[in-house]
């Protein structure tokens, strides 16, 4: 089944069964390895995307329910002022150790960010419920999403598969 979405700002098309969770049409059909596989059931969060801005779970997503729609991955999320903002206090605030799950954190704070400008507490608990850190970094994860509210960093952070 042929599938056409936006990907990180192209159109693109991939002939794949539609039933292929987004997650590995990604990575192997793209080439994109910065969004990562966790748990495969949607509850780590470290395969998340923007599918027309919202933050999902690409591991649970099947390909053949995003047609037309746009995706954004971790390759182009600094792409944005709040990508940037994040991606930049993420570096100024050392927030990743091991950093697998730092794509997939970036990820939803920067929709949060793009939604909500201003997230109160609640908000950024909400945004965030469900993305796992095995390092525990949550506190430093937490500083810096408000230093990227508040107008902080700019610098983006390269992040590689």
Excluded at 15 to 37: C, I, N, Q, S, Y
Aim: aromatic share 4%; glycine share 12%; proline share 5%.
């Amino acid at each position: 089944m042929a599938v056409d979405f936006t990907l990180n700002g192209k159109r693109t098309s991939f002939d794949v069964p539609a039933d292929k969770p987004l997650l590995w049409v990604l990575r192997e059909d793209a080439g994109l390895p910065g969004t990562k596989f966790g748990c495969g059931a949607g509850l780590c969060g470290a395969c998340t995307v923007h599918l027309d801005g919202a933050a999902v779970r690409s591991c649970i997503t099947p390909v053949g329910s995003i047609g037309g729609q746009s995706v954004v991955t971790i390759e182009a999320v600094a792409q944005t002022d709040p990508g940037r903002r994040v991606s930049g206090a993420w570096n100024k605030l050392d927030v990743p150790q091991c950093g697998y799950c730092q794509a997939g954190q970036i990820m939803s704070a920067t929709a949060l960010l793009s939604q909500t400008p201003r997230p109160d507490e609640e908000e950024i608990d909400a945004a965030m419920w469900g993305n796992l850190c095995r390092c525990s970094t949550y506190v430093r994860i937490r500083e810096a999403l408000k230093k990227a509210a508040a107008g902080g960093e700019s610098n983006a952070v390269q992040v590689r598969g």
